[in-house]
């Protein structure tokens, strides 16, 4: 019932990468590869028609020369994968994962999913695992993206929602403390909100080891030594409380746990805190004076802070910085954490992660359950319970003991490139019984696989996303897929019938959704009050919106609690008057529908806490923080840091990057980021081959010689497989929270390679 094309056949639909979801028109086009060319949509208010070379590229993955098009089937042991009919490959797949469950048991059988996932499908996927499989272990490659943010934010503000308020709102704060994030390259179409920042008269203050191109926009950089931002945090919050500048009032009415985090904070006096970094004190100063003087002000955070084995505890430090500064809740400012993965932000709402049901509601809540299980006709009882964090599901795959996970459904993943320690990951796949895979091309974990099932993607099928924001938008099909190609909700609908499961597992997108709107319904992230019609109606709908029961006609409504017209802010002077600045046309500044005579409907939330948080009584919680070392730090043996991330012209895993020749040209393969000062030690010129050793591998790239990074710090790209695999270093250690792998800091040696 979605519409598919304006009057030229051109289709407003959105990227298939990161979580900004850039919105842009595809219309028809015999002459490109694909049959469809991308056409600038300024309409959406997100990326204003600017798009990154990945989405200005991404057509030509739908035509690359390497997709699959036919299911593969491995039909010996050891045997190469051969072409299959989809009738086979379904038989096969229902064969080995039965023959896994009869033999050892459900949770023998394991299920790995991704933050590209539409919500439909994280949806639906949740369900699959839990109902036909009867499995617990499910978990999702967001673990390894934001789950420390996720957790923090939960923890502090009672829910998780990446920014709670949207994008449009940081050019009109005062000052923003970016912490690891390197946004100019990893989503580019972003830095207008820094730049926008900067021409209305804000500071921008980037925290990041390394001098990235984000950082050359900043006022002020504060380079921490890998695994130290937490006590830069905490050092921040010292200098904060030691002047006076705590928000009194705003803590005794907004927050609870005050005490022991300011008790927390003042034991890690700056001087300490400047050894602990490496941040000189007057930056640190600087620093504060700049936040604590502005109006408004805002703390983001990305990976950098997020993937350690402190994660949660390093970004609740940062939270209780902006709590004990009076932010959060407040117009214009707050915490926010800036969601990496296309759906990164609905793919952990919807049921795919270990611990949680639809509507972000948890696993061991029995009302929780119960009210799922009404939604999806079971009992309650018949739920599997939680199950395991996902580097937990890789390192049991294929083991010989009674919790070993033996069969795996792999979908929008390649772990073998992406998890941490992936040398040992892609030996346990190795040893599964049996490996099913559903991607667009043959990934480096397809290869793996005694299935390969070739399914849609982005312009081919329809679907919600989320993005960094919490605006639930839809992606429409623009193209027929290749004939041999099914999507991912066709596929488990194919799989659950085989597996006796005629119903409750529709193909259609729209339908899936109408589900998940009542499987949310009274949860934290309730999308009840959304539906397709008014996300097309309206660019986007934020979540929570409940239904009010209220039919939606658009441009009627007056506005309402979250709209963002009802929290008696006054425009930042100034801003209302460059043409530039002029958001009016973001939905999140738009008041809502509504008819005249019924009730209305939510407008949706693009500001959440402006009047109370989600936890119980309403306040947000500060929880006290210490400064702990990394679970390895460099030491005789591997005497420097290692700390890993991305580059603009690859994502992810490069399982689709990597097939686009101008990004390859771009971004050809991995090397390794070094001092001119070590790199003089080390006796290597630019380009010359490295040899990274961890603990759990060796890595081999060339050097690239900067002085953009510490000279006790080596960076790595993690976006290709094989020798320069970053991901073979990587350390597991894990967040006793979150369960995130410590992706960005471990110890290594590096040496020259080249030839004896
Ligand atoms: Fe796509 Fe992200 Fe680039 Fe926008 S910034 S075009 S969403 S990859």
Request: aromatic content about 6%; some cysteine; charged content about 25%.
């Given at each position: 019932s979605a519409p598919t094309a304006g009057a030229d056949g051109t289709v407003p639909t959105h990227c298939p990468y990161c979580a900004l979801q850039c919105g842009m028109g595809l219309r028809p086009d015999p002459g490109t590869p694909a049959g469809l060319r991308?056409?600038?949509?300024?309409?959406?208010?997100?990326?204003?028609?600017?798009?990154?070379?990945?989405?200005?590229?991404?057509?030509?993955?739908?035509?690359?020369?390497?997709?699959?098009?036919?299911?593969?089937?491995?039909?010996?042991?050891?045997?190469?994968?051969?072409?299959?009919?989809?009738?086979?490959?379904?038989?096969?797949?229902?064969?080995?994962?039965?023959?896994?469950?009869?033999?050892?048991?459900?949770?023998?059988?394991?299920?790995?999913?991704?933050?590209?996932?539409?919500?439909?499908?994280?949806?639906?996927?949740?369900?699959?695992?839990?109902?036909?499989?009867?499995?617990?272990?499910?978990?999702?490659?967001?673990?390894?993206?934001?789950?420390?943010?996720?957790?923090?934010?939960?923890?502090?503000?009672?829910?998780?929602?990446?920014?709670?308020?949207?994008?449009?709102?940081?050019?009109?704060?005062?000052?923003?403390?970016?912490?690891?994030?390197?946004?100019?390259?990893?989503?580019?179409?972003?830095?207008?909100?820094?730049?926008?920042?900067?021409?209305?008269?804000?500071?921008?203050?980037?925290?990041?080891?390394?001098?990235?191109?984000?950082?050359?926009?900043?006022?002020?950089?504060?380079?921490?030594?890998?695994?130290?931002?937490?006590?830069?945090?905490?050092?921040?919050?010292?200098?904060?409380?030691?002047?006076?500048?705590?928000?009194?009032?705003?803590?005794?009415?907004?927050?609870?746990?005050?005490?022991?985090?300011?008790?927390?904070?003042?034991?890690?006096?700056?001087?300490?805190?400047?050894?602990?970094?490496?941040?000189?004190?007057?930056?640190?100063?600087?620093?504060?004076?700049?936040?604590?003087?502005?109006?408004?002000?805002?703390?983001?955070?990305?990976?950098?802070?997020?993937?350690?084995?402190?994660?949660?505890?390093?970004?609740g430090a940062w939270i209780n910085l902006a709590l004990a500064t009076g932010r959060p809740g407040r117009p214009l400012s707050g915490y926010g954490c800036l969601t990496g993965q296309g759906n990164g932000q609905g793919g952990r709402e919807h049921g795919q992660k270990a611990d949680q049901l639809p509507g972000y509601r948890m696993l061991a809540d029995a009302d929780a359950r119960a009210h799922v299980a009404g939604v999806w006709g079971v009992d309650p009882d018949s739920l599997p319970g939680p199950g395991r964090?996902?580097?937990?599901?890789?390192?049991?795959?294929?083991?010989?003991?009674?919790?070993?996970?033996?069969?795996?459904?792999?979908?929008?993943?390649?772990?073998?490139?992406?998890?941490?320690?992936?040398?040992?990951?892609?030996?346990?796949?190795?040893?599964?019984?049996?490996?099913?895979?559903?991607?667009?091309?043959?990934?480096?974990?397809?290869?793996?696989?005694?299935?390969?099932?070739?399914?849609?993607?982005?312009?081919?099928?329809?679907?919600?996303?989320?993005?960094?924001?919490?605006?639930?938008?839809?992606?429409?099909?623009?193209?027929?897929?290749?004939?041999?190609?099914?999507?991912?909700?066709?596929?488990?609908?194919?799989?659950?019938?085989?597996?006796?499961?005629?119903?409750?597992?529709?193909?259609?997108?729209?339908?899936?959704?109408?589900?998940?709107?009542?499987?949310s319904a009274g949860g934290k992230a309730d999308y009840s009050g959304i539906t397709y019609r008014r996300i097309i109606e309206e660019d986007g709908v934020f979540w929570p919106c409940p239904d009010t029961g209220a039919e939606v006609v658009p441009g009627t409504g007056t506005g309402g609690e979250g709209s963002g017209e009802a929290d008696g802010e006054e425009p930042v002077g100034g801003w209302e008057d460059d043409p530039s600045n002029d958001h009016s046309a973001d939905p999140a500044d738009r008041p809502a529908a509504g008819t005249p005579d019924g009730p209305a409907p939510h407008p949706g939330t693009p500001r959440m806490f402006l009047d109370r948080f989600a936890t119980p009584d309403g306040r947000a919680r500060f929880v006290p923080v210490q400064h702990r070392p990394s679970a390895e730090e460099p030491d005789a043996d591997y005497p420097l840091f290692l700390t890993t991330g991305r580059v603009q012209a690859q994502y992810q895993s490069g399982a689709q990057t990597r097939r686009v020749a101008e990004l390859n040209a771009a971004a050809p393969g991995p090397f390794v980021q070094v001092h001119p000062r070590l790199a003089e030690r080390l006796g290597v010129a630019e380009g010359e081959p490295l040899a990274v050793t961890s603990r759990r591998g060796r890595a081999v790239a060339p050097a690239r010689i900067t002085p953009d990074i510490r000279p006790d710090t080596v960076f790595m790209p993690f976006h290709w497989p094989g020798a320069g695999r970053a991901n073979t270093l990587t350390n597991p250690a894990l967040d006793p929270t979150s369960r995130m792998p410590e992706f960005k800091v471990c110890a290594v040696r590096v040496e020259p390679a080249r030839p004896a």
């Open positions: 991308i056409v600038e949509r300024t309409d959406f208010p997100v990326n204003r028609g600017a798009l990154c070379g990945k989405g200005r590229t991404a057509p030509e993955v739908l035509a690359s020369r390497v997709r699959l098009t036919e299911p593969l089937v491995r039909r010996s042991p050891g045997g190469p994968l051969e072409p299959a009919g989809w009738d086979e490959a379904l038989d096969r797949v229902v064969e080995g994962l039965t023959a896994t469950r009869r033999r050892y048991g459900a949770d023998a059988v394991g299920v790995f999913g991704g933050g590209g996932l539409t919500n439909e499908k994280a949806y639906t996927l949740g369900k699959f695992a839990r109902l036909v499989l009867g499995t617990s272990q499910i978990d999702y490659n967001g673990r390894f993206c934001m789950s420390s943010a996720a957790a923090a934010g939960t923890r502090a503000f009672g829910v998780d929602r990446g920014l709670p308020f949207p994008l449009a709102d940081i050019p009109r704060t005062g000052c923003v403390i970016l912490v690891g994030s390197n946004l100019v390259e990893t989503m580019p179409p972003a830095l207008r909100y820094l730049t926008e920042l900067k021409e209305n008269g804000g500071s921008l203050i980037v925290v990041d080891p390394r001098r990235t191109r984000t950082v050359e926009h900043a006022d002020l950089h504060l380079a921490p030594r890998p695994g130290t931002d937490l006590a830069l945090a905490l050092g921040l919050l010292h200098l904060v409380i030691a002047g006076g500048w705590v928000d009194e009032e705003y803590i005794a009415g907004r927050t609870t746990g005050w005490p022991e985090a300011r008790a927390a904070a003042m034991a890690h006096w700056p001087e300490l805190v400047e050894r602990i970094t490496g941040v000189p004190l007057p930056a640190m100063r600087e620093a504060v004076e700049r936040f604590r003087t502005a109006e408004h002000a805002m703390v983001l955070t990305a990976r950098g802070p997020e993937q350690q084995a402190k994660g949660t505890e390093t970004v964090s996902a580097y937990e599901l890789l390192d049991a795959l294929g083991r010989d003991t009674p919790d070993g996970v033996r069969s795996l459904l792999l979908l929008a993943s390649n772990p073998v490139v992406s998890a941490p320690r992936a040398a040992h990951v892609e030996e346990r796949m190795r040893a599964l019984d049996f490996l099913v895979v559903c991607d667009v091309v043959l990934s480096e974990s397809a290869e793996l696989a005694d299935v390969v099932l070739p399914v849609t993607q982005w312009a081919e099928e329809t679907g919600t996303m989320t993005n960094l924001e919490g605006r639930v938008i839809l992606r429409r099909k623009a193209a027929e897929p290749p004939t041999g190609c099914r999507s991912d909700l066709r596929v488990m609908h194919d799989l659950a019938a085989r597996m006796g499961w005629e119903k409750g597992f529709p193909t259609d997108p729209e339908e899936v959704f109408e589900e998940l709107r009542r499987a």
